[in-house]
């Protein structure tokens, strides 16, 4: 099994920026690709962005593309999400999930955090 906890929501205005924090706990060494969801009220969930096991290849949704990074230390079993330029529309609750398949990107998530509220006022 594998804890993930999320940090670092809260309320911001447009055009400023946040950092989210996902702590991994457990059985980490069976975590590869991590990655971050958002689901905004009635809509789907949808993938933000996912990270190799390394850290060395990235996927981003094209609605964040060129203004949220993500990136992890496997030292600390920790995965991040900068998010610059936040806009009204990236309101939502963040997700960080872990994956134990070894392909990249990994055809699901299976471990979830209880997710983390970001909201961005206009």
């Known amino acids: 099994q594998v804890q993930l906890v999320e940090s670092g929501g809260g309320s911001v205005q447009a055009g400023g920026s946040l950092r989210l924090s996902c702590a991994a706990s457990?059985?980490?060494?069976?975590?590869?690709?991590m990655g971050w969801f958002r689901q905004a009220p009635e809509k789907e969930r949808e993938l933000v962005a996912e990270v190799s096991l390394s850290g060395g290849t990235t996927r981003y949704s094209d609605s964040v593309k060129g203004r949220f990074t993500i990136s992890r230390d496997n030292r600390k079993n920790t995965v991040y999400l900068q998010m610059n330029s936040l806009k009204p529309d990236d309101t939502a609750v963040y997700y960080c999930?872990?994956?134990?398949?070894?392909?990249?990107?990994?055809?699901?998530?299976?471990?979830w955090g209880q997710g983390t509220q970001v909201t961005v006022s206009s």
């Open positions: 999930a872990a994956a134990t398949r070894i392909t990249f990107p990994p055809p699901s998530y299976d471990y």
């Open positions: 457990g059985r980490t060494f069976s975590s590869n690709a």
